[in-house]
């Protein structure tokens, strides 16, 4: 299988002494060749400038996904957001899971400037609908915020919020993660994020989602390599009362160089789906390999 490959390229071109244009254009593609068509994934133009921060105008990964700092799984199981909760036509090739961000057309991301180096970074988000309707509130407009510690020290805190970007509904997202190895022995960085969907369909319950993660350095390799674990529990998903998930997956990368990483991994998916006659159970394994040029 062919897993998120992509080709694209990205760069800046200064317009003032202070102001740089910033471009990216980026489609997904399928090396093994099941699907023979360009995907878009992210796609913008923008401008940069110290003081003001950067602009960027296209279609834009949503502010939820800027909180990722918690996720560890690779390949297949690198798989929030992809399941669908249509039990009475499940696909078992998808592991149920959390709602996860995902890429909104005609949208504006303002990324605000370092202000006095706090350790903060303020991203807002804007996603525009021009489809043409006589009535105004019938426009689905988005809006998104997100907020992340980092200040170098081994620690980092998230939270985002979403509103008509991800789901017809709303979003709230916070997470933490503390690599060990700043202030003890162990070089294992642990990580928790906790997210509720409250989605606007009538009879919803509130999506609520848990994802534990740790990651731990290997030294006594010749090259560079790292053993994971993470645990995504679910209620409710899609807002259907009672159908749960809980998903466990260990893995492993080593790194022939810096750009070519193998990877191997197994892990289980069960969904119970409440008073429904249909539950999953899914058990898969898999190895890769990941080349960056």
């Known amino acids: 299988?062919?897993?998120?490959?992509?080709?694209?390229?990205?760069?800046?071109?200064?317009?003032?002494?202070?102001?740089?244009?910033?471009?990216?254009l980026e489609y997904g593609i399928a090396v093994d060749g099941e699907s023979r068509t360009f995907q878009s994934r992210d796609t913008y133009l923008g401008l940069?400038?110290?003081?003001?921060?950067?602009?960027?105008?296209?279609?834009?990964?949503?502010?939820?996904?800027?909180i990722?700092?918690?996720?560890?799984?690779?390949?297949?199981?690198?798989?929030?957001?992809?399941?669908?909760?249509?039990?009475?036509?499940?696909?078992l090739s998808e592991a149920l899971n959390l709602t996860d961000g995902n890429r909104v057309n005609n949208s504006i991301v303002w990324k605000a400037p370092k202000y006095n180096d706090l350790p903060l970074s303020l991203a807002l988000m804007y996603g525009a609908d021009e489809t043409f309707?006589?009535?105004?509130?019938?426009?689905?407009?988005?809006?998104?915020?997100?907020?992340?510690?980092d200040a170098g020290t081994g620690f980092t805190a998230g939270i985002a919020y979403s509103d008509d970007l991800n789901i017809a509904g709303e979003i709230l997202r916070g997470s933490a993660s503390v690599d060990l190895g700043n202030y003890v022995a162990y070089p294992v960085q642990l990580g928790v994020l906790y997210q509720q969907a409250d989605f606007d369909f009538s009879g919803s319950e509130k999506e609520k989602g848990l994802v534990v993660s740790?990651?731990?350095g290997l030294t006594n390799f010749a090259r560079p390599a790292t053993v994971y674990t993470q645990y995504n529990h679910t209620n409710n998903l899609d807002g259907i009362d009672d159908a749960d998930s809980d998903q466990l997956v260990v893995g492993g990368t080593y790194e022939f160089k810096k750009n070519m990483i193998a990877h191997a991994y197994a892990g289980a998916n069960s969904a119970e789906i409440g008073n429904s006659n249909t539950d999953i159970d899914l058990f898969a394994i898999g190895g890769g390999l990941e080349y960056l040029f």
């Open 133 to 149: 309707v006589e009535d105004s509130d019938d426009r689905n407009e988005g809006y998104g915020a997100s907020l992340m510690f």
């Open 68 to 91: 990722n700092n918690v996720a560890v799984n690779e390949g297949y199981w690198d798989n929030l957001g992809p399941g669908s909760a249509d039990f009475n036509n499940p696909s």
């Open 214 to 216: 740790a990651e731990m």
């Open 1 to 24: 299988n062919s897993n998120i490959s992509r080709l694209g390229f990205r760069g800046t071109e200064a317009i003032t002494a202070e102001t740089d244009v910033i471009y990216q």
């Open 48 to 66: 940069k400038n110290a003081n003001f921060g950067e602009f960027r105008f296209g279609r834009n990964y949503s502010v939820i996904d800027y």
